[in-house]
């Protein structure tokens, strides 16, 4: 899908991506049989995975990789702000901040994403390794929560701490995926019809679609 090829495309609705299940039908993802988890047609049916630029795509909500102080920044962060004009900055700087590990809310303004969910992830060094696990995986889960709290039913996630922050890819995706799995599988989850993982590079990308079949198995 040319989407998929070129990160600088214009404004993406959500029902444009294609999903997990439609990509094992088509052969576009690798098998897993060392998979522990159930397959689910419901489940691949919400997930997909794409490199593209997650300021241009049109979901209910975005979630940032944010800092501690919600102010501006670089990487995906810096993306964020610039697309949705300095009026989220204003709003974000008056929630008085976000612990590592939790995600508050801003309205996306100039973007076409209606909210921006701002996780704080962990840098990378400065926790042992099961802690920066531990509130890698609070982000993933918090940000979904913050979702389902505010009606969101299609979300778009950037690759959380893996930039700047120097969490491993390798390590991260799991994670990410691990987390997502499970929230759409709790009570809260139900409402989420849509969750995408957006990789700006395409070695993440590799990565992400590497790992997808272990926690999202193909149905049939
Ligand atoms: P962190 O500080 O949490 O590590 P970064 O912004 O440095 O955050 O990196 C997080 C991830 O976001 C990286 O994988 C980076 O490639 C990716 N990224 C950067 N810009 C964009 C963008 N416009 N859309 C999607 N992902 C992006």
């Known amino acids: 899908m040319a989407a998929r090829r070129n990160v600088s495309r214009g404004v993406l609705n959500i029902s ?24 689910s047609a419901a489940l691949n049916r919400k997930v997909s995975v794409l490199r593209y ?4 795509v049109a979901a209910d909500a975005i979630v940032n990789a944010a800092n501690n102080r919600l102010a501006g920044g670089s990487g995906v962060n810096g993306a964020i702000q610039s697309a949705a004009g300095p009026q989220l900055l204003e709003e974000s700087l008056k929630l008085h901040g976000c612990q590592t590990g939790d995600a508050k809310v801003t309205k996306g303004y100039m973007l076409p994403a209606k909210l921006v969910i701002h996780a704080a992830g962990p840098i990378y060094d400065q926790y042992d390794k099961k802690e920066a696990n531990r ?4 982000c993933y889960l918090r940000s979904l929560q913050v979702a389902a709290e505010n009606g969101v039913k299609t979300i778009a996630f950037p690759s959380i701490s893996t930039g700047i922050f120097g969490f491993p890819i390798t390590e991260a995706s799991p994670i990410a995926l691990n987390s997502v799995r499970q929230f759409l599988q709790s009570a809260e989850g139900m409402t989420l019809e849509r969750v995408v993982f ?11 679609r590497k790992t997808i079949p272990k926690y999202f198995p193909p149905s049939e």
Request: glycine share 2%; no cysteine; charged share 30%.
């Open 16 to 39: 444009d991506i294609p999903s997990l299940l439609e990509e094992y039908a088509r052969h576009n993802l690798p098998r897993d049989p060392s998979s522990v988890h159930a397959p």
């Open 53 to 56: 630029d997650i300021t241009k």
């Open 135 to 138: 509130l890698l995986e609070s």
């Open 198 to 208: 957006v990789l700006f590079a395409g070695e993440d990308e590799k990565v992400y």
